[in-house]
């Protein structure tokens, strides 16, 4: 058990589909993280939010909406994906100090999309 | 921005032999190196990091070296064991808006042969 859990663990979608994935962390933590990991490729970060505050990554497209409610839960909406869009969708926690010290990432077991 | 290369993409080594994985970064800035390690099916966890203030951090079979001159860091782990089979990942990272920004490398698949 990880701390951080994600859900669905799989999923299909077509391109005209929109769908949710869902990040939830019993960590305690304060900051939330959405990254993409595709094969041979590094880890891509997507989206942050941390101390309340949302930190995107400009070359995410649109059809990717991040949502997150309180700081235990963070949301990724999903519509008219691309092919391309398929891989592995990774949430992570971390607890933040104001003063920038990085504390370590606590990573979810993913969801596996893909797009058809 | 931050760019990290890890070298080997994979690497077998048989059961009781030492396995070293190496990275580099670009940023000078950056300060926090950790390693990940990922088992199929699962996300990546955190085995051990270092910080820019220390040269060389240990636990247990698993240690880490960072050169913050030729800007390098590696994983080093001793005495392998099958369940050490798995991809690793290094990351290096600054701050952005008080945020972890952690940059990763590409993997590295070790394979340990009982």
């Known amino acids: 058990e990880t701390g951080v859990t994600q859900t669905p663990r799989h999923l299909v979608m077509g391109m005209t589909n929109k769908k949710s994935l869902k990040c939830e962390q019993h960590?305690?933590?304060?900051?939330m993280y959405w990254y993409k990991q595709s094969a041979k490729k590094p880890l891509e970060l997507m989206f942050v939010?941390?101390?309340?505050?949302?930190?995107e990554n400009n070359s995410v497209p649109s059809r990717f909406s991040p949502e997150c409610p309180n700081s235990s839960h963070l949301f990724l909406h999903l519509h008219t994906l691309q092919p391309e869009d398929s891989a592995l969708y990774l949430c992570?926690?971390?607890?933040?100090?104001?003063?920038?010290?990085?504390?370590?990432?606590?990573f979810g077991n993913g969801t596996r999309l893909t797009v058809t | 921005g931050e760019n990290v290369e890890q070298h080997p993409s994979t690497l077998s080594v048989q059961e009781g032999d030492s396995a070293v994985i190496k990275c580099t970064y670009s940023?000078?800035?950056?300060?926090?190196f950790p390693w990940y390690k990922q088992e199929l099916g699962k996300g990546p966890q955190l085995i051990i990091d270092?910080?820019?203030?220390?040269g060389e951090k240990k636990d247990q079979r698993i240690a880490v070296t960072l050169n913050k001159t030729a800007k390098h860091f590696s994983l080093h782990i001793t005495e392998t064991q099958p369940e050490d089979s798995a991809v690793y990942f290094c990351?290096?990272?600054?701050?952005?808006?008080?945020?972890?920004?952690?940059?990763f490398g590409t993997g590295t698949r070790l394979t340990v042969i009982p």
């Open positions: 992570a926690s971390s607890q933040q100090i104001r003063t920038g010290k990085n504390s370590p990432l606590h």
């Open positions: 960590l305690g933590h304060n900051a």
């Open positions: 939010y941390s101390l309340e505050e949302r930190v």
């Open positions: 940023d000078s800035a950056s300060n926090y």
């Open positions: 270092i910080r820019s203030n220390v």
């Open positions: 990351a290096a990272s600054d701050t952005v808006f008080g945020a972890n920004n952690l940059f």
